[in-house]
């Protein structure tokens, strides 16, 4: 669990976390303003690290996988504690990954018809499907968004891709799905319903911007390096 400021949302999170599959939660924060880890304390999450300064959403992620794959875990999944996401999904996403049917399973908040009724400002619905158009033709690939925060990764793929590389910012998802699809991993989606509110987190219109020509660049940097390899 990826966290910054999430103590309204973090609870809730938490609370639906289907316990009797998962063996253990970790959650970094970075450098909260609010009492999100007094709060994970009192919920009883024993796996807790603070950076000491904000490093950024990617940098959180990389501290996140780091400790995962140092408790040998076998499947990753990344749950945003901002409640954007319903951890009631979490079975069903690692039952595809331990039957063998992906290597990594993205929780997908377009396959379904629910992305604006759930809260998604139409300008980012827009650009999230404008974006993936391009990633999808550049890549080769049939995503229905390359956007989504609910993920869950096989421990091997994680080994694989050089994550410590990669963007301390916003950035990182992206470029860890185009690093996985470069190294050969097929990427599963199943929808995802979504639940925007004023507590989820959420970048700025400035940053969405860098993001997306961060996106194009990345597509580009990847599709180039496809046929290099070829």
Do not use: W
């Not at 091997?156 to 699809?181: G, H, P, R």
Request: net charge positive; charged share 20%; aromatic share 10%.
């Amino acid at each position: 669990m990826p966290a910054y400021n999430a103590a309204e949302t973090l609870k809730k999170s938490y609370e639906e976390i289907p316990f009797d599959i998962v063996d253990d939660v970790i959650l970094v924060d970075d450098k909260s303003e609010d009492s999100t880890v007094e709060l994970a304390k009192s919920l009883g999450i024993s796996k807790i690290f603070i950076h000491e300064k904000n490093l950024g959403y990617g940098a959180n992620q990389k501290t996140c996988y780091k400790n995962a794959l140092d408790l040998n875990a076998d499947i990753v999944i990344m749950l945003h504690p901002d409640y954007q996401y319903t951890p009631k999904l979490i079975h069903s996403m690692a039952f595809m990954i331990v039957n063998g049917i992906y290597p990594v399973v993205l929780g997908s908040r377009i396959l379904g018809k629910g992305a604006i009724k759930g809260g998604m400002p139409v300008y980012k619905y827009i650009a999230n499907r404008i974006l993936t158009l391009f990633q999808n033709i550049l890549l080769r690939q049939k995503l229905s968004e390359y956007h989504t925060g609910f993920r869950a990764y096989k421990s091997d793929v994680l080994k694989k891709i050089d994550f410590q590389s990669m963007s301390d910012d916003f950035i990182f998802d992206n470029q860890v799905i185009a690093e996985i699809f470069h190294q050969g991993f097929e990427i599963g989606e199943m929808t995802c319903p979504t639940h925007y509110s004023s507590k989820s987190s959420s970048i700025n219109f400035r940053r969405s911007l860098a993001y997306g020509v961060g996106v194009v660049l990345t597509s580009i940097r990847y599709a180039l390096k496809k046929n290099l390899t070829k």
